[in-house]
């Protein structure tokens, strides 16, 4: 199972993410191309979460390859910077795709995780 499938499992596992209580909308991710082309597809109301494998339209459509997929799904990478670098193409709602950043997560040593509370300074 590559990084990305045990990702969505775990996701969708989860059901409910309460940092999403505000969020409602659905996003498709395309992952890989052509022939090889992996597909999962995320809905939100509400903080509840129902992840499937589909290629229905979405409010938001997340493209990119399946080695920065995985990579993102184990922390090695930065969905914002991967969108800067345009390894990752979103068509749809911006907000949405980088609220789905949050899902991830986040690479040791990276200057946008913010410190926990007994990690901060005194």
Do not use: Y
Not at 21 to 50: A, P, T
Not at 87 to 97: K, R
């Amino acid at each position: 199972m590559s990084a990305t499938s045990a990702f969505f499992e775990r996701l969708a596992a989860a059901c409910r993410d309460p940092r999403f209580q505000k969020v409602c909308g659905s996003v498709r991710f395309d992952i890989g191309s052509g022939d090889d082309l992996e597909q999962w597809f995320l809905v939100i109301d509400h903080g509840d979460m129902q992840v499937s494998r589909s290629g229905d339209p979405a409010t938001t459509v997340i493209r990119v390859s399946a080695q920065v997929a995985d990579a993102m799904a184990r922390g090695e990478v930065n969905g914002l910077a991967a969108i800067a670098r345009g390894e990752i193409l979103v068509d749809g709602d911006l907000g949405l795709a980088l609220r789905i950043g949050r899902l991830f997560p986040r690479a040791a040593g990276d200057p946008t995780q913010l410190a926990r509370p007994a990690e901060r300074s005194r």
